[in-house]
């Protein structure tokens, strides 16, 4: 199953999705001028002290004082840190470890997990747009919707999260199932179309990242000549490179192919998406 991102000592942001309050509305009178923007240089303060709050609440988290961290990242937070935004998500997904009476730090709360995830997402944070792809897809704090979990996985991929890459691979994979949420009835999947071409494309990326599933599956889509040219010695080659990281299904894949060429089964059952 897809796990997500923790204990990352530079993580990237889930946002707080505050929720809407709207004021009654006002009897028409004379138009107030608006509020004149605030000046770069107090807007670049602002944000420097986000980030050094940031960066004392990761001191705290180092120094074993999770409570207190949180704490700081809860503040950094409501100052405009994307990183903060994210940790503060890992703490509402009860992540973030347990206290001496092994109990979550704060109580867990999907909701306020996938607000936090998706206002550090929606400032560019790679690994929030990660785990926010997983809370859409396993209707986590937020509605089920495979298509909101692809777009986000795409958009993690595209800011250079590797595990986004592999899993955007995967959902785009004619060889795998569709990639909807796990369990779900088949009218929630909003199976994402598939495209062994963009498959490979996302599995080269991740391969190019170091991402060591990526290269058991890119294998497959080789040896079986989905979405690219068959290359068999290509396959092999990089089955051999995944062994050497520790897969085993890759093993499995090289063994496959020596006992009962051009018939390797379909290997996708056996995969975990990481």
Request: aromatic residues 6%; charged residues 20%.
């Amino acid at each position: 199953m897809i796990t997500r991102l923790s204990g990352l000592r530079r993580p990237l942001a889930r946002p707080l999705r505050v929720p809407l309050v709207f004021a009654p509305r006002l009897v028409a009178t004379a138009a107030a001028p608006p509020p004149s923007p605030p000046p770069p240089a107090a807007n670049e303060r602002a944000e420097a002290d986000a980030e050094q709050a940031f960066e004392q609440a990761l001191a705290q988290m180092d120094a074993g004082r999770v409570g207190d961290a949180i704490d700081g990242f809860a503040s950094a937070a409501r100052a405009g840190s994307a990183g903060a935004n994210f940790f503060l998500g890992l703490a509402y997904d009860g992540l973030l470890g347990e206290n001496a009476l092994g109990e979550p730090h704060v109580e867990v709360d999907p909701s306020a997990a996938a607000r936090c995830y998706q206002r550090a997402a929606e400032a560019g944070h790679a690994e929030a747009m990660l785990n926010l792809s997983l809370c859409f897809r396993n209707g986590e704090g937020v509605d089920r919707s495979a298509r909101a979990a692809f777009q986000w996985t795409e958009r993690g991929a595209a800011a250079g999260c590797e595990r986004s890459m592999f899993n955007a691979g995967v959902a785009l994979d004619p060889l795998h199932p569709p990639w909807g949420s796990p369990g779900a009835a088949e009218a929630e999947l909003q199976p994402i179309s598939k495209d062994g071409k963009r498959a490979a494309g996302y599995y080269r990326d991740a391969v190019d990242a170091g991402h060591a599933k990526a290269m058991v599956n890119l294998g497959i889509l080789l040896y079986t000549g989905t979405g690219v040219e068959k290359d068999a010695a290509a396959a092999a080659e990089l089955w051999r490179a995944a062994l050497e990281e520790g897969v085993q299904q890759a093993d499995f894949c090289l063994k496959n192919m020596e006992e009962r060429p051009g018939e390797l089964t379909n290997m996708f059952e056996n995969h975990q998406q990481s």
